[in-house]
């Protein structure tokens, strides 16, 4: 059974950071793809980053550009999302999820979801 489990989240003030952790377990496929996604009641989902294995193919989308950053420990299957600078906007329930495969934010292959972590940023 995949799990996955996040901490990390809470409330802060404009221009703080958090940063949002993420543990996998019983994916054992040799490539994964992880990545974080975001939902504010009201609006859209919202992929907000993903990496592959080792590290590698990257990608932050732009509304977070230059403020956040993914990072990924293969050893510990964990995934992080580093959060500086946080605005008002980026309050948001936070999901991690894994797959096989990512082509930017959208996941390819069987797909495994988190229980979310709110992120609040106050003014």
């Known amino acids: 059974q995949v799990r996955l489990v996040e901490s990390g989240g809470g409330s802060v003030q404009a221009g703080g950071s958090l940063r949002l952790s993420c543990e996998v377990s019983?994916?054992?496929?040799?490539?994964?793809?992880m990545g974080w996604f975001r939902q504010a009641p009201g609006k859209e989902r919202e992929g907000v980053a993903t990496?592959?294995?080792?590290?590698?193919?990257?990608y932050v989308a732009d509304s977070v550009k230059g403020r956040f950053t993914i990072s990924l420990d293969n050893a510990k299957n964990t995934v992080f999302l580093r959060m500086n600078s946080l605005k008002p906007e980026d309050t948001a329930m936070y999901f991690c999820?894994?797959?096989?495969?990512?082509?930017?934010?959208?996941?390819?292959?069987?797909?495994?979801w988190g229980q979310g972590t709110q992120v609040t940023v106050s003014s």
């Open positions: 019983g994916f054992t496929y040799s490539s994964k793809c």
């Open positions: 999820a894994v797959a096989r495969a990512c082509v930017r934010t959208r996941l390819l292959g069987p797909d495994y």
């Open positions: 990496i592959g294995t080792g590290g590698g193919n990257t």
